[in-house]
């Protein structure tokens, strides 16, 4: 499968961002809407974005009792959005409901492990025994077996992720920057370099969103993403 890229929509303005969607029609892109669009606009945006044939990836991190987060995904499905996030930490049983509710329907659920927000100190705030990188990998294996689609993890873990867990997924990745630009010391995770390490979908935001030409960028990423 060749990968696809998620362009994350953190648009404030709603015209804005439809008139960017716009002039991208045609390309084959998902397109992340998250808290910022989707508490301010609703179902309504879900669909436009459909109608202009693009998928939706809905980026609401579920994490409740297993019945609301049902009927969440009931909802979702209902919309007919193409992937939906929700959260590991939610245990066992809330996934497993998660799964229950999607049926044999197209949706994907993508499950979040540990948030990169998170520092060591987190595990501890938690309970948790394992460390940081050692309980998002027991998560992201746990979320597997009990049927979630993909696991949103760092274009960094991802080859040791797949490694590690021996079943299909679809791996997804954010923290994609093009060049770097700013920052010397730090790694950069190009879009070559995911491909390349098992990324199945790249979640990019801000290196398009801030471009003076972001349908220029969109195809740099997209042919990148092609000749990996
Ligand atoms: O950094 P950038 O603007 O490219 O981020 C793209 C998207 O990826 C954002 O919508 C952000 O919420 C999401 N993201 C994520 N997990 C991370 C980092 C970013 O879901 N660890």
Redesign the pocket.
Known sequence: MTAKLAV?L?IKNTEEALSLLNSLKGEDLII?I?YLLFIKEGPNIVKKIKDMGFSVFL?LKLHDIPNTVYNGVKSAVELEVDYLTIHTLGGVEMMKKAVEAKEDSDLKLLGVTV??SHSEEYTEYIGSRYGLHQLALKLARTAVDTGIDGI?CSPFEVRQIKEKINKKFIAVT???RIENSDDDQKRVATPEFAVREGSDIL?????IIKAKDKKKVVREILEKIKDA
């Open positions: 994350a953190d992340k998250g980026d948030l990169t949103v954010p923290g994609i979640v990019v935001g801000r290196p």
